[in-house]
């Protein structure tokens, strides 16, 4: 299948999930052997108009940061290129609206990648409408989408991916019981935990948090006045492997973020075997991964989270999940094609 994907700015010019998501896509479609090139903003030196990265071909639609440049040229290229599918994400949302002239010349559906973590503009509620498909990472995003007028029968749910091979071949490593993870912004919330865990201090626990981002002082200074210090360890940001074997020799990972629209680790974590505790949000997502899972906790208050991480003591020791093998890169892969072949592409 060709596929064009529709992305101005890539991870090079943006730090945002949605963007990473989109990108990770590309590159699994591109391993399955189709065809796929990212329409961007050149990120590279010079003017040449492409430029080849693990498998995908990535095309500059403009050589700089220019929105208006890059929704006027959008349509003609596509209709030239005439590819199968195009997948598009919502930043600027002008990019949809073009995408979807482009891929009516080219007689080809039109995907939106909706993760919900880009800044809505004035055109958000006709690029909601505009695609054949609409998909979020969840059904929180789906609520969000469906708000801002897209149809619930165009909407769908794919969620992000783990690969499961990677986390039978990682050994574990790091030895703490509990662990968390997350961009340490206002938004991770990890007051909550803090206070959980202060609670238990009579009780035989170390805790990591993983992650770094302006808060963290302020986090560490929490963990230092609740005297709890000398258990909970900051080891700042690590990359997937290394975040891998941690989870692997956890036995809980905590999640207590206000604002999520996909709780990566948090699926990460739960596939490497850890129970989930999960802080409920009403701009989170993550208690939808641990909803009817044995190995999941859903918690309103500090107390509850003491609790769950009592509770989940009880229940054995894993260092992979083989349940979560309907969230391995594969299985996913094959929804987001469901999806294309479902709004026509062939």
């Keep these: 299948m060709r596929v064009v994907v529709v992305a101005s700015r ?16 590309a590159r699994a479609l591109a391993a399955r052997g189709h065809d796929v090139t990212v329409y961007c903003t050149g990120w590279w030196g010079g003017y040449e108009e492409y430029r080849e990265l693990d498998g995908v071909t990535y095309r ?55 993760y919900g973590d880009d800044p809505r503009g004035r055109l958000s509620r006709r690029a909601a409408r505009a695609g054949d498909r609409v998909v979020t990472p969840s059904r929180l995003v789906g609520t969000w989408v469906r708000e801002l007028g897209a149809s619930e029968d165009r909407t769908r749910v794919v969620p992000e991916m783990v690969d499961l091979s990677l986390v039978r071949s990682t050994d574990p490593a790091g030895g703490a019981d509990i662990v968390a993870a997350r961009r340490l912004d206002a938004d991770a919330n990890l007051g909550s935990l803090f206070l959980a865990l202060a609670e238990l201090r009579d009780r035989d626990w170390t805790a990591t948090v993983i992650g770094d981002g302006p808060e963290r002082g ?129």
């Design 10 to 25: 890539t991870g090079r010019y943006v730090d945002r999930d949605g963007v990473a998501r989109t990108e990770r896509v």
């Design 60 to 114: 500059a639609v403009t050589v700089s940061p220019a929105d208006a440049s890059f929704v006027a040229r959008l349509p003609g290229l596509l209709a030239v290129d005439r590819p199968d599918v195009v997948h598009a994400r919502p930043a600027p949302p002008a990019a949809v609206l073009a995408a979807r002239t482009g891929a009516r010349l080219a007689r080809a559906p039109l995907v939106v990648d909706w």
């Design 218 to 346: 302020s986090y560490e200074k929490q963990v230092a006045d609740l005297r709890i210090d000398d258990r909970v360890e900051f080891v700042g940001a690590l990359d997937r492997g290394e975040r891998i074997a941690r989870y692997r020799a956890a036995h809980v990972f905590a999640h207590t973020a206000a604002w999520e629209p996909f709780a990566t680790e948090l699926l990460w974590a739960m596939a490497c075997g850890c129970v989930g505790v999960v802080e409920y949000q009403e701009d989170s997502a993550a208690h939808e991964l641990v909803e009817r899972r044995e190995r999941g906790f859903r918690a309103t208050t500090p107390e509850e989270i003491e609790d769950a991480v009592v509770d989940a003591g009880d229940l054995p020791e894993w260092t992979v999940d083989e349940s979560f093998e309907t969230f391995d890169r594969e299985a996913v892969i094959e929804r987001w094609l469901d999806c294309y072949r479902s709004a026509g592409a062939g």
